[in-house]
């Protein structure tokens, strides 16, 4: 049985679309030198320009930052010289959600490890089928890493998306490991291994900073401009996670910083930290969202 109709599928594959030319059109735009807000903010314009609608900031995570960094308002960061630079962006086409990432090397040393991430994401692609397990589908990606001399990060994993939804609350392991897990005929998933050298840790941690944040629930809130802010969230992004820099123009500039304050202290928000390597090693990307078929899948992105 399908998880979703014709009209919903048809939503999928345009959000899709979307996603697959504004990744390769990014991969050609991104540069050492650049500003970073200017390539979220030239892929989230990309998006919106083809028809669609950001499901989440652009992520812009650069060297051992796998994953979360956006730039908030008036970033002042640029893409390194011979930095490896993870862009993964998502859009929606009335909530329908598609996900897709690239990793952009500037860095020859690394190249085949950026190799390696597109190579694991395409060997599970081909694997992929109504009822494969998660774990299976895991240990595919870990031997298909390490046969090329890199490691897995183990505690990040793929994952179902749905309408308004960018993860549906079930996991893809990117190493073999128990779960129960198994992919329906007609579900959505994001298929996204990460990968790094042989000699780091493997796994990620919460950096300091954070950039990315998401509605949870309506509180009770003082200041009339904190309740225009939450107003704007809830009519315009929904449940889905944003940049804090989408809001500026919200309330008058002079009382941006207390609104947006007031929804984090009051918990009308929750926020995602930046994930970084453990022991500091550059990471690399590959994403793509798929459909699933009886006997295998439709790539969507």
Same mark, same amino acid.
């Given at each position: @049985?399908?998880?979703?109709? =014709? ?10 679309? /979307? ?6 059109? @990014?991969? $050609? #735009?991104?540069?050492?030198g ?8 030239k892929? =989230?314009e990309? /998006? ?5 609608k950001?499901?989440? *900031?652009?992520? !812009?995570? /650069? ?8 730039? *908030? ?10 930095s490896?630079v993870? !862009? ?13 990432? +690239?990793?952009?090397? #500037? ?5 085949? @490890? ?11 692609i ?5 009822? /494969? ?13 390490k046969s ?15 309408r ?8 893809? %392991?990117n ?17 996204? *291994?990460? +990968?790094?050298?042989?000699d ?9 900073s954070?950039?990315?944040?998401r509605?949870v629930? %309506?509180?009770s809130?003082?200041? =009339? ?6 107003a704007?969230i ?10 804090? $820099? ?13 609104? #947006? ?11 995602? %930290?930046? #994930?970084?390597? !453990?022991?500091?090693?550059? +990471? ?5 969202? +798929? ?7 439709e790539?969507?992105t």
């Open positions: @049985m399908n998880c979703y109709d =014709e009209e919903a599928l048809g939503k999928f594959r345009f959000s899709g679309r /979307i996603l697959r030319e504004t990744r390769e059109e @990014m991969k $050609r #735009f991104v540069k050492e650049m500003s970073v807000i200017d390539v979220c903010e892929a =989230e990309l /998006i919106r320009k083809k028809g669609g950001p499901a989440f *900031p652009c992520n !812009v995570s /650069i060297n051992d930052v796998a994953a979360h960094y956006t730039s *908030p308002p008036e970033d002042k960061s640029v893409i390194p010289e011979e490896l993870k !862009v993964d962006i998502g859009a929606h086409v009335d909530g329908y959600v598609t996900d897709t990432a +690239v990793t952009v090397c #500037f860095n020859r040393e690394y190249e085949d @490890m950026v190799s390696t991430a597109e190579k694991a994401v395409k060997k599970a081909e694997c992929v089928h109504a009822d /494969i397990s998660a774990s299976n589908l895991g240990g595919v990606i870990e031997k298909t890493i090329h001399g890199f490691k897995p990060i183990s505690n990040l994993c793929g994952h179902g998306v749905g308004y939804l960018v993860h549906s609350g079930i996991s893809l %392991p190493v073999s490991q128990i779960s129960l897990t198994k992919l329906k005929m007609g579900g959505v998933y994001a298929i996204e *291994p990460f +990968v790094t050298v042989h780091a840790a493997g796994r990620v941690e919460d950096g300091e954070v950039t990315i944040y509605f629930k %309506p509180r809130l003082k200041s =009339e401009y904190a309740k225009k802010m939450l704007y809830q009519e315009n992004i929904r449940t889905l996670p944003f940049a804090e $820099r989408w809001l500026l123009g919200v309330t008058p500039k002079e009382h941006h910083e207390e609104a #947006f304050k007031e929804l984090l202290t009051s918990k009308s928000l929750t926020y995602y %930290p930046i #994930f970084v390597e !453990v022991s500091r090693k550059v +990471v690399a990307q590959a994403e793509h969202t +798929v459909l699933v078929t009886r006997d295998s899948c790539v969507l």
